[in-house]
């Protein structure tokens, strides 16, 4: 009506294992959802040009107007093109200013990473920075929990991303899984909540998550909990210990801002509410999309 | 001299990887040491009399009235005969009473594991126990730290082993390092003191292990550790994790006797020194031997 000209928006999210493409309207509609398994590390060739045409060629084709915009892993040094990070304290417009165009592909931005440091050790994030953005909005306090292979706990204050912490609670749970002695006595992954909360409750306990996970196997052994339970006890103490040290070291004032999607938001929802931390729940995919649609915003 | 006949005998340590034979006599003095890669998930088709016959087949045919006695998770439900746990508290004659014969092998003898319970939780040992016992000799008080992929703390009070916690330091290590994201960024595994003391001192801090395990990451990519360093860096982490976890777990009075041998002997007589911790270090090979020799004097 005001005669602006409205153009769709094609939003990427393009991580180690999967891509997800979002077609947008400027005011952040859904018109279309895509997904394929394939991650950074799973395109042929590295033609990462060729891998994002497959999927959405024709949302390209039919109005080479639209913008599309890509985070994640894809703007790393093994992605398409590397975006170097932004240092952290930083804001939306931090990040709009520091996007990367990819050399004769139009339209085609990548936002960098984020990097925090003191001057003795060093964060990093590809991704997350957008997801935090996105679940705020308005807000500019708050202390956020983005779980995952590597899960980030970000503090922003004053709108600005200023510190945030990884924990490879994912990575160590997959592992102990999938390649060790825990894993063996396992019988599927059926989600077995007592399991879950007992396993939540034993990271109260001392003797820290190396000796609880040995925990796993006598409680196998012993028959203290069937085998379908047993990954359900391993999550427990894993996201247990990965809250309660996360809680210790930031030591948020009032609720924690949980963005997850799926069985990540159904774990880690339990696991607060039984640690008894209040929460306040966004939807990771909602959040990714809200999230690239203000660094668009915020750029064009 | 007293007409006593003097008979050596044979002590065999057999885990999950390796298999290590000593031909010993009855003073406790090893006349010769055999050692084969041939831990009993490597015995070809489960045959344990033809792995046993093929190392020390020698030793038996030259005289047939030494006893063999085996320790070790050759005596588990995956080895040659299971040999029942003993219930803690126990003591060097509640082993010897309960090992187990092999049928039709004449003088070969099983030491059975130990396990623990509260009544909630389990832990269970198989081999450690003889190390404990070999350790002490006569020392009826002490907290023992044991490391390997399943580090154990075993707490002994009026010359019994009472109780025992497990800690999976090792896996941990090892996975991390063959299978994850911290292993790609290590090159070799160089002992870098500096890196390793740098893990030990970063475990004091909050954050948890599974925080600190991500900082590996960091310290590679901003150079602050060589690649050369980072395997160091990464086991002065968990050890770190360890020691102090089961300090807090065990409180114990004096000093810490340490079981260990070769290059964990090293690292954690580093990791208590640097964390302040008195320790009283026995080589494992020797508490082995030792062990099997006293458990075997309490049964004849």
Redesign the interface.
Known sequence: MTGRIHTEQILIDWGTTNLRAYLVTEDGDVVERREVPEGIMQVPDRRFEAALDRLVGDWRHEDSSRPVLLSGMVGSRQGWIEAPYVACPAGLDDIAAALIRVPAEGRVLLVPGLHW?DG?????MRGEEVQVFGALREVSEATLCLPGT?SKWARVEGGRLVRF?????G??YA??R????LGRLMNGESDDETAFLSGIDRSAE??????H???VR??G??D?IAPEGLASYMSGI?VG??V???L??HRPQGAITLVASGRMKKAYRRAFDRIGAAVEIIDGEAATIAGLSAVLAARL
Chains 1, 2 share one sequence.
């Open positions: 440091s003795r050790r060093d964060e990093v590597h912490s990884t924990v490879m609670t990575e160590i592992s102990m999938n390649h060790g002695i001392a003797g820290g998550v190396m000796h996970l040995f925990g006598t409680a052994l012993f203290r894993v210990h990965e309660r040290d996360m210790a070291l």
